[in-house]
T-cell receptor, first 118, second 112 residues
Framework: AQTVTQSQPEMSVQEAETVTLSCTYDTSESDYYLFWYKQPPSRQMILVIR??????QNATENRFSVNFQKAAKSFSLKISDSQLGDAAMYFCAYRANAGGTSYGKLTFGQGTILTVHP | ETGVTQTPRHLVMGMTNKKSLKCEQHLGHNAMYWYKQSAKKPLELMFVYNFKEQTENNSVPSRFSPECPNSSHLFLHLHTLQPEDSALYLC???????????FGPGTRLTVT
């Protein structure tokens, strides 16, 4: 079974600084997606960034980028120039891209609460 | 309305009550999901529907009964719940072949 582990329950960063959130996963699949979701205090879960396992290039979305290390099964999120609005719970998630019973299922990590200090 | 909507946003119910949670997606998706989010626990997938057919029941107790009348609507019928069922219930949708899931704002359920 796939598992996703976020080892940092809480992180904090100063406004305008850079922070990296860690995520590791375990799978026997070779074709899958990885995601970072953000859940602000208002609770709406928002997709931040996604990475396709077959792509070696790390995904980037504006101030958000990932460091995808497939062999190490590591998928960290870097937030540059942190803003107050970045404060939220961040979830790492995994989804197999093969058919079968696991198709479409997202497996989430435990989440990391990010605090941004002005 | 756009995206995924959920009603009600807050619900307090007694253990003997029967209530329903509603989810509606306006994204043209054909897969819908129910998740349970409890404090200090990862999100737990409860049910998956693809093209109105249930394709996943993650060992959810029978006091939770899902219904998917069409690809845009998903319900979660609740009856004789326990206090430990108090949680945030999230609905999501996606294309069955698509990678991203889009989430609603959730229903905060409190069982007294």
């Amino acid at each position: 079974a796939q598992t996703v582990t976020q080892s940092q329950p809480e992180m904090s960063v100063q406004e305008a600084e850079t922070v990296t959130l860690s995520c590791t996963y375990d799978t026997s699949e070779s074709d899958y997606y990885l995601f970072w979701y953000k859940q602000p205090p208002s609770r709406q879960m928002i997709l931040v960034i996604r990475q396709e396992a077959y792509k070696q290039q790390n995904a980037t979305e504006n101030r958000f980028s990932v460091n995808f290390q497939k062999a190490a099964k590591s998928f960290s999120l870097k937030i540059s120039d942190s803003q107050l609005g970045d404060a939220a719970m961040y979830f790492c998630a995994y989804r197999a891209n093969a058919g079968g019973t696991s198709y479409g299922k997202l497996t989430f990590g435990q989440g990391t609460i990010l605090t941004v200090h002005p | 309305e756009t995206g995924v909507t959920q009603t009600p946003r807050h619900l307090v119910m007694g253990m003997t009550n029967k209530k329903s949670l509603k989810c509606e997606q306006h994204l043209g998706h054909n897969a819908m999901y129910w998740y349970k989010q409890s404090a200090k626990k990862p999100l737990e997938l409860m049910f998956v529907y693809n093209f109105k057919e249930q394709t996943e029941n993650n060992s959810v107790p029978s006091r939770f009964s899902p219904e998917c009348p069409n690809s845009s609507h998903l319900f979660l019928h609740l009856h004789t719940l326990q206090p430990e069922d108090s949680a945030l219930y999230l609905c999501a949708s996606s294309q069955p072949w698509g990678s991203e899931q889009y989430f609603g704002p959730g229903t905060r359920l409190t069982v007294t």
